[in-house]
T-cell receptor, first 116, second 114 residues
């Protein structure tokens, strides 16, 4: 079955450290890829998205993600995290599933805790 | 601009009770959906709608009903609440059904079933 995997469930970093959160998916064919962020007590917000073209996409707040088709990955990166980046991060993939219909599937999320 | 509005924010139910979670959006979005968020499982799609009068099941539809009589509203009904339905519920909408359109989420409803 198709799936979206986020292997890091909880990441703790100090301010100014670099961040990379992994996201792997098992779908074939054309995919649309998203990263959403959920700050404490808030709803999910779009961080960035990939549809086609340049595999390195830049989002808000200094985040970027790289689509590597051969590795079925869409890892999220930030060179220097801030305390305000403390949040839960969700990878999501829109792809055609077993039923032939396209659907948006979320990963299980990664909780990032940035210590001042 | 209100975006996606969910009510209530919190709700406690006893097993067997029924209730409706409300969702309204003012962006004239055709697509609306309901997700539940559980620890370690991310968001799972319950039901969705691509327009007024059209609904379809998602990944985890059992125990939930939806209807879409207007473009703006997409209520989620729990017919007979069970402890397994304790979760945080998010309503989300997007413009059209384009696969590359991002979702706009509401603030969520935290439901506890005892």
């Amino acid at each position: 079955a198709q799936s979206v995997s986020q292997h890091n469930h909880h990441v703790i970093l100090s301010e100014a450290a670099s961040l990379e959160l992994g996201c792997n998916y098992s779908y074939g064919g054309t995919v649309n890829l998203f990263w959403y962020v959920q700050y404490p007590g808030q709803h999910l917000q779009l961080l960035l998205k990939y549809f086609s073209g340049d595999p390195l996409v830049k989002g808000i707040k200094g985040f970027e993600a790289e689509f590597i088709k051969s590795k079925f990955s869409f890892n999220l990166r930030k060179p220097s995290v801030q305390w305000s980046d403390t949040a839960e991060y969700f990878c999501a993939v829109n792809a055609r599933g077993d039923t032939g219909r396209r659907a948006l599937t979320f990963g299980s999320g990664t909780r990032l805790q940035v210590q001042p | 601009n209100a975006g996606v509005t969910q009510t209530p924010k919190f709700q406690v139910l006893k097993t067997g009770q029924s209730m409706t979670l409300q969702c309204a959006q003012d962006m004239n979005h055709e697509y609306m959906s309901w997700y539940r968020q559980d620890p370690g499982m991310g968001l799972r799609l319950i039901h969705y709608s691509v327009g007024a009068g059209i609904t379809d099941q998602g990944e985890v539809p059992n125990g939930y009903n939806v209807s879409r009589s207007t473009t703006e509203d997409f209520p989620l009904r729990l017919l007979s609440a069970a402890p397994s339905q304790t979760s945080v519920y998010f309503c989300a909408s997007k413009a059209g059904s384009a696969y590359n359109s991002p979702l706009h989420f509401g603030n969520g409803t935290r439901l506890t079933v005892t």
